[in-house]
């Protein structure tokens, strides 16, 4: 069974949005044991949608122009190409009017185009919006027709498209496990797991998947009869695990700083952090997990030297002797925040995040990390790279790597 | 002349890569005059290649499947596309041997197919890579193929490309501004424009292009004959400053936290912050912009009571008979960051980012802001979102909006 995935609106196509409703649907199908054959992007036009109408079989997802708006038009080539005609559809006509009577506002006869459905069609409830999803069997092909705003379609996917799907074909038997690297470049990553890698039978998949100072290695394969893929990618981990240790970090979808979290929550531990080159930028990965306030206590910015010296106690001749992106800067940093906050544990970092500030001695992407737990002190300098975001990011990363490594 | 652009490639039909090289190529080329008539992302099958050589009129730009392994059959479905053969591009081989030379490394038969071109093509040089471009003038079509990685493609786009198409094709000429707007939510901003938005020609588009906290409007023309597109947009903006006033606090990709930190940097003053729900998120943002270690001096990540009151010096009864987010504490707060720093301005944010610590009196979402300057302190309460992320996002560029109102 193909799925053709097609996502309609001028938007997409002069630069102004990224299409991640077309990445997101093929992961979501993926996932479940289908598999998207092409993905199309087309203009609001009535010729281009008709033709995809016409030239596709299988599923046709669609996405977009179900609005109220005279750029809309996916609807009327919908009725178009099955000649049929637009009903009222009475309990979307409900929905739809209770929605402006709760604003206060009179929907209007534009708004009461949203109830109006092909007459062929079967009607998906939209309750994060008006305009409803649509499910039509052509005549060589299933049209589905949902909303593009990215939240309701995929309340629509998740509610009724998958599990229609899921009825209507039967899907392959997808596993997969990913697995979340820190501290190996993708292509030395490449080399080391070259030999693991060639050992897979064909029908498991291997996905490098780098992000900044992270590569997350995705292990899948659809069941086929022919082999046991749960057992071969569960003995493929423990082998993976044998060649690259403490690198591996998480699973699945967890995140560094979720990791770090957990694990000092569990133990009941508290963190603080002195930051100066991430600016911050440790302290809201952080706190973007729900709950922090639990074991995260609070940090300093310390992205002056003053702000160093007054606030942190660090020793004027250190800055002088050793620089402000030293060893001995970020030790005296780890252990003021520490004792200042009271915290089981402390992280702090400096370096030069670039564009400026290199010298010949220390580049842009010298970064140094210290990490305490009121007795023992552990420092690393590190070279990053050029740019500032990645350098700002991997900095942060690492210092949580090295606070997992210690509170494990 | 239609463009179609073709991505190629099983990883951007599986969800584990976002097509962003299509979004980029389009915007590049609508930003010179070109637009873009449909994107497709295929997979890596000669079937599915051929069929689209056949099918499509006008260019023809394919990205991915150029590089030197076996998925790579790109350039194998472009020979037989022209029935042409592969012969040796002495200039791309010397390149490809040079890179693997730096390296110490020989690089084989496998990449010498690197330098294998149809001999109908025309080559575009690939300085940061090892597979370079490709220019066939096919049956019906002219076809482009560029590696799919993003730096490469990007690099051979701007050097070769876009001169060729300039060259070769009469591109519009577009006139495009974009104004940044905060403080009023999108559908909201929509009534407060559609009478203006009405009045414009019917060659002006008007894109709203919402993010957390900010709205981007897009206004664009291509260059008629007809009107005078330039002085229209240009009315069009007045006009539209005369309606939104202070809400506009930028143009054309400028930032909020550029904005604030040019203003800053103008007038030589510094800033610290305090920051406790958002948690580190607008130091982060203000120190992602290269330079800005001249205004801004550091800052206080407030996330417990304790460090508020220890670190802060909030009197313990204001917590407690006002709260922890509240216009009394984040004014507290205000005042000792700049004390304790000597800056010029303060920010201080303190809010229930959720999901959960929300309140009947104060629920997820109830941020509380204030800016202060030694002498004036602003303060504000705001009813956010209730999604944790969008919160933190929001107090932030609120509270730079706040400090941009101050120091103009």
Redesign the interface.
């Known amino acids: 069974m193909e799925i053709v995935l097609i996502s309609i609106g001028n ?10 409703n ?9 996932e479940v044991g289908f ?9 609001d036009s009535k010729e ?1 949608i008709h033709r995809e109408l016409e030239n596709n079989e299988g599923v046709v997802l669609i996405t977009g122009g179900l609005g109220p708006t005279n750029d809309d038009i996916t609807k009327a080539c919908l009725m178009e190409h099955t000649s049929s005609s637009l009903i009222l559809h009475e309990p979307t006509w409900q929905h739809v009017r209770s929605i402006f009577e709760r604003r206060g506002v009179d929907p209007g006869e534009r708004n009461k185009q949203q109830a109006m459905v092909p007459s062929d069609a079967i009607v998906f409830p939209n309750e994060m919006g008006t305009a409803p999803g649509l499910y039509i069997k052509g005549k060589k092909n299933h049209i589905i027709a949902l909303p593009g705003v990215p939240f309701e379609m995929k309340h629509l996917m998740q509610k009724e498209v998958i599990p229609l799907l899921l009825k209507e074909f039967k899907p392959l038997e997808l596993k997969m496990e990913t697995v979340h690297i820190i501290g190996v470049s993708e292509s030395h990553l490449q080399e080391q797991v070259a030999h693991w890698e060639a050992q897979l039978p064909d029908n498991i998949q291997v ?1 490098f ?1 780098p992000e900044p100072g992270v590569v997350k290695l ?1 292990l899948s394969g659809f069941v086929n009869g022919v082999n046991d893929v749960d057992q071969i990618i569960k003995d493929a981990l423990d082998e993976l695990h044998l060649i690259l240790g403490d690198s591996i970090f998480g699973y699945n979808g967890e995140q560094m700083e979720e990791i770090v979290g957990e694990e000092l929550k569990r133990q009941g531990k508290t963190l603080s ?1 002195a ?1 100066s080159c ?7 990965l ?3 997990i ?4 639990e074991y ?9 030297n ?2 160093k010296i ?2 942190l106690e660090v020793e004027p001749y250190i800055i002088e002797k050793y620089g402000a992106v030293s060893i001995e800067t970020v030790e005296a940093m780890a252990k003021a925040s520490l004792e ?3 915290t089981d544990y402390s992280i702090a970092i400096s370096g030069i ?4 500030g290199g010298t010949q001695e220390k580049p842009v992407g010298t970064v140094c990390i210290a990490v305490f737990d009121g007795n023992e002190m552990k420092s690393y300098q590190y070279q990053f790279s050029s740019n ?2 990645v350098n ?1 990011r991997r900095a942060a990363i690492m210092s949580l790597n090295l606070l997992r490594l210690m509170v494990q």
Chains 1, 2 share one sequence.
Do not use: C, M
């Open positions: 938007e997409l196509l002069n630069g102004t949005v990224v299409n991640t077309a990445t997101w649907i093929a992961q979501k199908l993926y598999t998207v054959k092409r993905v199309l992007t087309i203009s281009d996905a998947l995705r952090v930051e991430t600016g911050g930028y440790l302290s809201h952080l706190t973007s729900p709950g922090s306030s995260f206590k609070g940090g300093f910015i310390a992205y002056s003053e702000f007054d606030k200042k906050t009271n995040a670039g564009p400026d500032r975001i700002i």
